[in-house]
T-cell receptor, first 115, second 114 residues
Framework: AQSVTQLGSHVSVSEGALVLLRCNYS??????LFWYVQYPNQGLQLLLK??????LVKGINGFEAEFKKSETSFHLTKPSAHMSDAAEYFC?????????????FGKGMKLTVNP | KAGVTQTPRYLIKTRGQQVTLSCSPI?????VSWYQQTPGQGLQFLFE???????NKGNFPGRFSGRQFSNSRSEMNVSTLELGDSALYLC?????????????FGNGTRLTVT
């Protein structure tokens, strides 16, 4: 079965600092991987997706993630944090069965950006 | 293009009651999924509907059910509510026939059971 691990639940960075959110996956097939962001009282918004086309994936709001098969990782980074990046971030792997596709999510990482 | 719309945004119910939540997918999206989000369990898959048929189901009791209409709109129902059903219920839709079509989520319905 597919699974995702996001170690820790909170990370705090200063405005302008590097953002690094870690995600490790387990998958019995070549994975499709996603990062979503959730702002307070809102649903999930797609940041980026990995579909095996390229190992470095660029997303919205300056975020990117690198797929590393040898490390079974898909870490999310942003060179310079902005106050508006404060939110909860979820890594997810697609669990495909026939035509159905469900997402298996990590526990999430709450990002705080300090001025 | 309008996003996924969920109604109502907030609900307060009493134990033992039942509740129905509604979801309108993005126009052209025929697959609709439901997820439950709680602080303790995180995001968990409830079920997926496509062409008015349940295509996949998560590990939830039979009190949780859903359906999809011919216009792709979906409803989920929870009967005999328990305190533990308090959660944010998220609906998501995606386009079929596109390789790795991501899920697009609505803003959710916040259900509180007292």
């Amino acid at each position: 079965a597919q699974s995702v691990t996001q170690l820790g639940s909170h990370v705090s960075v200063s405005e302008g600092a590097l953002v690094l959110l870690r995600c490790n996956y387990s998958s019995s097939v070549p994975p499709y991987l996603f990062w979503y962001v959730q702002y307070p009282n809102q649903g999930l918004q797609l940041l980026l997706k990995y579909t095996s086309a390229a190992t470095l994936v660029k997303g919205i709001n300056g975020f990117e993630a690198e797929f590393k098969k040898s490390e079974t990782s898909f870490h999310l980074t942003k060179p310079s944090a902005h106050m508006s990046d404060a939110a909860e971030y979820f890594c997810a792997v697609s669990d495909r069965l026939g035509g159905s596709e469900k997402l298996v999510f990590g526990k999430g990482m709450k990002l705080t950006v300090n001025p | 293009k309008a996003g996924v719309t969920q109604t109502p945004r907030y609900l307060i119910k009493t134990r033992g009651q039942q509740v129905t939540l509604s979801c309108s997918p993005i126009s052209g999206h025929r697959s609709v999924s439901w997820y439950q989000q709680t602080p303790g369990q995180g995001l968990q898959f409830l079920f997926e509907y496509f062409s008015e048929t349940q295509r996949n189901k998560g590990n939830f009791p039979g009190r949780f059910s859903g359906r999809q209409f011919s216009n792709s709109r979906s409803e989920m129902n929870v009967s005999t509510l328990e305190l533990g059903d308090s959660a944010l219920y998220l609906c998501a839709s995606r386009r079929e026939g596109v390789r790795v079509s991501p899920l697009h989520f609505g803003n959710g319905t916040r259900l509180t059971v007292t």
